[in-house]
């Protein structure tokens, strides 16, 4: 549904503060039910439900060349119920609740709450919904017990921790955004691309979420909270003589309208981008390559969020899938001493910077607070959602979820920091240095990243791989740059990070989306410039296509100001 240009979500529900404080006592109603009548003859009645309302409105606009091509406002309200019987020491969960497909249950078909949040009907929602998880944990409850017949789990303690009673509530306040605005904006920085006709499909597109959770249990904990999140990305590509795409981008992650870029920022960007592109056309594929690299911030927070970051989750220690990299290690050193880490959900800015990651309450009803994962070089914890893991009773409020997925520890802002840290120029010659002493033909400098993906199963190989989007090579007697494409690098966890020589002196903040068995949530990762000794690098697949038949049809560029209407 559509209203006037300008009007905020002239024709959705809005969320206002009385119509979500509605919504909880609603749920808290049809949550004591549940929890006095809800059985199945004589099996196990639930010792713990919990719901969890997610209520997001929000605006995409994205547009090419001037002109914009799709603006829609969106509404999604889901709903996630937690359903646990037995005890908090022996329930229903198997390892960690990594294995569950959510998408194969029946449970799945029955998420969706009104639009309007109307209380009488939502009790309904969450009464169909709270059969089926219930059914479904006396399954998995069972289930359990046959597989302990014959296998001993990865984690015999406590199922569930036991966690405060907390009492968050926050003013949720109507969400403004400025469609009309925005649709020029973007209008207007995509035309830019008029002067850039090597530089093919480009688009601008802004997204902003406003999201509402609305949270209660039966153990008594409520909360009510509001966060918002602005994302601004500018893309292009460029077809080489090879006939391999390349690209180009640049995003923009905030949590306040007023940090989105203005126009003179977005032409720059995009300036930026087909200048990157016009060096990319010039550069030659990389060879496979084993060797010292340099890397960005941006690079390095990268390697640690997958090769590092993703190992701490708490649920990877007790599953029997996985490959538990470090496992019983705490208080074993796996990082130059120097090296500390911790992961923030806390922290809002990182040196003016803002940090994707931040909320005040987990998906569990825990409130999140910093936890330092190493210690100068020293595992000292895991990140911890409500399932017990060695080590650690309790949570430490990093049980998340994207909507109606089953939170599991996942990080937040992660931040890593180094005592010791080098000016670029002494990191550069230090690499060239490397690259001299063992006779190599180039050293590899790399700028920036993409993105990442790893394995943590012990099915399959422990490895991450990562994807650099600005590579060069670098001449070890003269210190000429080279520029290549069409690289990826890849490794294992414990090779790349114990070949850590040196950090530089400035930090990087990378604001993304990360992606596992909870869904996609937001996160950032804070981290300086490192070389490592050894890091591998092969050629990402590529193909090879055909350049369009005519070229791109005339398009003069707009005048500041001026739109076609």
């Known amino acids: 549904m559509r209203g006037p240009r300008?009007?905020?979500?002239?024709?959705?529900?809005?969320?206002?503060?009385?119509?979500?404080?509605?919504?909880?006592?609603?749920?808290?109603?049809?949550?004591?039910?549940?929890?006095?009548?809800?059985?199945?003859g004589d099996d196990p009645s639930p010792y713990f439900v919990s719901y969890r309302l997610n209520a997001v409105r929000g605006v995409s606009i994205w547009g090419r060349y001037g002109a914009v091509f799709s603006s829609?406002?969106?509404?999604?309200?889901?709903?996630?119920?937690?359903?646990?019987?037995?005890?908090?020491?022996?329930?229903?969960?198997?390892?960690?609740?990594?294995?569950?497909?959510?998408?194969?249950?029946?449970?799945?078909?029955?998420?969706?709450?009104?639009?309007d949040l109307d209380p009488e009907v939502l009790r309904y929602s969450l009464w169909k919904l709270t059969q089926r998880k219930?059914?479904?944990?006396?399954?998995?409850?069972?289930?359990?017990?046959?597989?302990?017949?014959?296998?001993?789990?990865?984690?015999?303690?406590?199922?569930?921790?036991?966690e405060p009673r907390i009492r968050h509530v926050e003013e949720v306040r109507t969400t403004r955004f400025p469609v009309k605005r925005?649709?020029?904006?973007?209008?207007?920085?995509?035309?830019?691309?008029?002067?850039?006709?090597?530089?093919?499909?480009?688009?601008?597109?802004?997204?902003?979420?406003?999201?509402?959770?609305?949270?209660?249990?039966?153990?008594?904990s409520r909360f009510l909270t509001q966060d918002r999140f602005y994302e601004l990305s500018i893309k292009g590509w460029r077809l080489a003589a090879d006939g391999s795409w390349l690209s180009s981008f640049e995003h923009f992650h905030v949590r306040a309208p007023d940090d989105l870029p203005r126009l003179d920022a977005l032409r720059a960007a995009g300036d930026r981008i087909a200048a990157d592109l016009a060096a990319q056309q010039e550069a030659r594929p990389l060879e496979p390559y084993a060797g010292p690299a340099l890397l960005s911030g941006l690079?390095?927070?990268?390697?640690?969020?997958?090769?590092?970051?993703?190992?701490?989750?708490?649920e990877r220690m007790i599953s029997r899938a996985e490959g538990r990299t470090f496992a019983g290690r705490i208080g074993a050193k796996i990082l130059p001493?120097?090296?500390?880490?911790?992961?923030?959900?806390?922290?809002?800015?990182?040196?003016?910077?803002?940090?994707?990651?931040?909320?005040?309450?987990?998906?569990?009803?825990?409130?999140?607070?910093?936890?330092?994962?190493?210690?100068?070089?020293?595992?000292?914890?895991?990140?911890?959602?409500?399932?017990?893991?060695?080590?650690?009773?309790?949570?430490?409020?990093?049980?998340?979820?994207?909507?109606?997925?089953?939170?599991?520890?996942?990080?937040?802002?992660?931040?890593?920091?180094?005592?010791?840290?080098?000016s670029r120029e002494a990191l550069e010659e230090r690499l060239l240095t490397e690259v001299r002493d063992r006779g190599l033909p180039y050293g590899i400098v790399i700028e920036g990243?993409?993105?990442?993906?790893?394995?943590?199963?012990?099915?399959?190989?422990?490895?991450?791989?990562?994807?650099?989007?600005?590579?060069?090579?670098?001449?070890?007697?003269?210190?000429?740059?080279?520029?290549?494409?069409?690289?990826?690098?890849?490794?294992?966890?414990?090779?790349?990070?114990q070949r850590i020589l040196a950090f530089g002196e400035d930090y990087e903040v990378d604001n993304s989306y990360c992606v596992a068995e909870s869904g996609s949530v937001p996160v950032a990762t804070v981290a300086p410039a490192m070389l490592v000794g050894d890091l591998e690098l092969q050629k990402s697949s590529v193909r090879a296509y055909r350049p369009m038949i005519l070229p791109l049809p005339p398009m003069p560029p707009r005048r500041p100001g001026r739109r076609r209407r």
């Open 182 to 220: 925005w649709e020029e904006l973007v209008r207007a920085a995509s035309a830019a691309f008029r002067g850039h006709r090597d530089v093919q499909d480009p688009y601008v597109r802004l997204r902003a979420v406003d999201k509402v959770r609305v949270y209660a249990s039966s153990e008594g």
């Open 299 to 314: 690079a390095s927070g990268l390697i640690f969020h997958e090769a590092l970051g993703h190992r701490l989750e708490g």
């Open 6 to 40: 300008g009007a905020m979500f002239a024709g959705l529900f809005p969320l206002t503060h009385e119509r979500c404080l509605a919504a909880q006592q609603a749920m808290a109603r049809e949550l004591s039910r549940s929890m006095k009548s809800l059985r199945l």
């Open 72 to 115: 829609d406002e969106f509404q999604e309200n889901d709903l996630y119920a937690e359903v646990r019987v037995g005890t908090y020491d022996f329930d229903q969960t198997l390892d960690g609740g990594l294995e569950v497909d959510l998408y194969d249950r029946e449970s799945h078909d029955w998420l969706g709450a009104p639009q």
């Open 337 to 422: 001493d120097s090296v500390s880490i911790t992961d923030d959900p806390t922290l809002e800015r990182w040196d003016g910077a803002p940090m994707y990651g931040h909320y005040r309450v987990d998906d569990e009803g825990v409130r999140a607070r910093p936890v330092q994962l190493v210690d100068r070089g020293r595992l000292v914890a895991f990140l911890t959602s409500r399932a017990p893991v060695p080590g650690h009773d309790a949570s430490n409020g990093h049980g998340r979820a994207e909507r109606y997925q089953d939170p599991m520890a996942r990080m937040a802002n992660l931040v890593i920091t180094s005592d010791e840290a080098l």
């Open 449 to 497: 990243a993409l993105g990442g993906e790893t394995r943590t199963d012990h099915y399959d190989f422990q490895a991450f791989k990562g994807h650099p989007t600005r590579v060069f090579t670098v001449d070890p007697e003269t210190g000429r740059r080279t520029r290549v494409r069409n690289v990826d690098f890849i490794g294992t966890p414990l090779a790349v990070i």
């Open 134 to 162: 219930y059914e479904e944990a006396l399954r998995d409850y069972y289930d359990k017990r046959k597989v302990l017949v014959d296998q001993h789990l990865q984690h015999e303690g406590p199922s569930f921790s036991r």
